[in-house]
């Protein structure tokens, strides 16, 4: 019986990463720069890929149960401007389409960032991305570290993850 609590208590520990944050509007709304990306296929986050999101504005709207995010991708060199709207589902992650059906949620936050994990299932499979956003333009190596650490809890390679800060010129 011990045995089967201290593993219970084990799974639950590894577990609480992946548990949804709640957010608030004071934390959420406003100007966000997209800081880091990485996903298990790089090429839907590598320059020009489907899912590279510059992330320029965050509304939260009905207390938080739908998300408005304003972003921009590049294709072949220009800046598109995207609006989607997610609503939260009954296990709190957010719904919404683009290049696919994507079920994301905030998976880690301070004062000043945000890490999103986003699972996008389109034509070609399940893919597994991870964005921090911050509020100002640029990181520090400590939030670089712990991006890092939050990919590997994903089991995305370190070696997938993109920084956005010097590719990020469409709100310019």
């Avoid at 089967?4 to 966000?32: I, M, R, T």
């Amino acid at each position: 019986m011990v045995k089967f609590l201290l593993l219970a208590l084990a799974l639950g520990v590894s577990c609480a990463h992946y548990q949804n944050l709640e957010v608030s509007p004071s934390e959420v709304d406003g100007k966000w720069y997209s800081l880091y990306i990485a996903a298990d296929n790089k090429e839907k986050v590598s320059e020009g890929g489907p899912l590279r999101a510059y992330i320029k504005n965050v509304e939260c709207i009905d207390e938080c149960q739908t998300l408005k995010i304003t972003f921009y991708t590049k294709v072949e060199g220009v800046c598109q401007e995207h609006t989607i709207v997610g609503r939260k589902g009954e296990d709190g992650k957010y719904i919404t389409d683009f290049s696919g059906q994507n079920y994301f949620h905030i998976v880690e936050k301070s004062d000043d960032t945000m890490t999103f994990h986003n699972v996008n299932v389109d034509d070609s499979g399940k893919t597994n991305v991870i964005l921090v956003v911050g509020r100002g333009e640029s990181s520090s190596i400590e939030q670089k570290q712990r991006f890092e650490k939050t990919a590997e809890e994903y089991d995305i390679p370190k070696e997938n993850i993109e920084d956005l800060v010097p590719t990020d010129n469409c709100d310019q």
